[in-house]
């Protein structure tokens, strides 16, 4: 799938900065962000704008203020929404592979786990980092604070890890958006924090949140897209792929397929063309000239299809294939 993330994530992030009285429409049209970002029921959005907009926000404030909004954010509105989605954890390990679960559904695609680490644990993302995306070190950055909120908000403590491993060849920039008595490892093939076994064998006690229990619509608040995504993608390059068509394909009616798409934001049309961008870019990154993914996704010209993969992703496919050449 197209890599995308719930757009709550943004909407908070830009939030808190018109708090600070910081004019966010230039970093809303440079992050790649659509001009309607405020728009009142939540979406997906492309995961490179969220990171794109992290790296604008250190840009504005600095390290000391840009950590301190995102703090902010994480504790206000990320972590409660997350932890009003979990249920019946009686340790702090089983909080942790549910809020992993639950973050995944957010964030499709992503690569996060929770894994031994010698006598511990360690709590890790995996971002691919081909060197060239600049917003990869505040991704890094945003993806930590997230691991070390969450772990503070389910043990009720101040929990700070002593050991930090990062993928990026340098930590200079990273250092300074934390406490000084962490040690950082460079250079790791995962980010990620290391968890003392005690820590994790701990009780939680978090308070469960009253769910619709609609069988039609139960649990569908922040996986629909993933789902709905996951089950459609093999059949999306159907000669006569439709709404009808795909409504039959996940055994419900168009009515209700419309209406959970409209509950994210996100019209039929726009599910089909961020698949067929997805199996693009799957191909353009595996080495296909452009000219070969255009006809095989269904363009009837390269020019055609380069417009409409700009659209969606941002950028040129001419610029995916030169990578991997």
């Known amino acids: 799938m197209f890599p995308v993330v719930y757009s709550d994530y943004a909407t908070s992030i830009l939030s808190h900065l018109k708090q600070q009285g910081i ?6 049209a440079a992050s790649g962000l659509p001009s309607d970002y405020q728009q009142t029921e939540s979406t997906f959005l492309p995961l490179r ?10 840009q504005e404030l600095g390290e000391e203020k840009g950590t301190s909004i995102i703090r902010r954010v994480l504790r206000t509105q990320i972590v409660p929404a997350l932890l009003a989605e979990l249920n019946n954890c009686e340790t702090v390990e089983q909080a942790v592979r549910n809020l992993i679960l639950l973050i995944q559904a957010q964030i499709p695609q992503s690569q996060i786990s929770l894994s031994r680490y010698g006598e511990n644990f360690i709590f890790t993302r995996y971002k691919a980092n081909t060197g060239e995306d600049s917003a990869f070190i505040w991704s890094e950055v945003f993806s930590l604070w997230t691991m070390v909120e969450l772990i503070q908000a389910v043990t009720q403590s101040k929990w700070l890890p002593k050991q930090v491993h990062i993928q990026s060849q340098s930590c200079s920039d990273v250092i300074g958006c934390f406490p000084h008595q962490i040690q950082f490892i460079q250079a790791r093939e995962t980010s990620g924090v290391v968890i003392e076994s005690a ?4 009780p939680v006690s978090i308070s469960n949140t009253q769910r619709d229990e609609d069988e039609e619509d139960y649990g569908m608040h922040y996986n629909v897209i993933s789902q709905t995504y996951s089950a459609l993608r093999p059949y999306v390059l159907e000669l006569k792929f439709d709404l009808e068509r795909a409504a039959q394909i996940i055994e419900v009616s168009k ?3 419309q209406r959970r798409l409209s509950q994210h934001g996100i019209t039929f049309r726009q599910l089909r063309d961020n698949l067929i961008a997805d199996i693009a870019l799957e191909q ?4 296909e000239a452009v000219s070969r993914v255009a006809v095989n996704v269904g363009f009837a010209s390269v020019s055609q299809f380069s417009r409409s993969f700009k659209r969606i992703t941002g950028l040129a496919p001419s610029r995916i294939a030169l990578r991997h050449i």
């Open 23 to 28: 004019d966010v429409s230039d970093m809303v």
């Open 49 to 58: 704008a969220l990171f794109r907009l992290l790296e604008l926000t250190y």
């Open 199 to 202: 820590m994790l064998s701990q």
């Open 255 to 257: 009515r209700t397929l």
């Open 284 to 287: 353009l990154q595996k080495g």
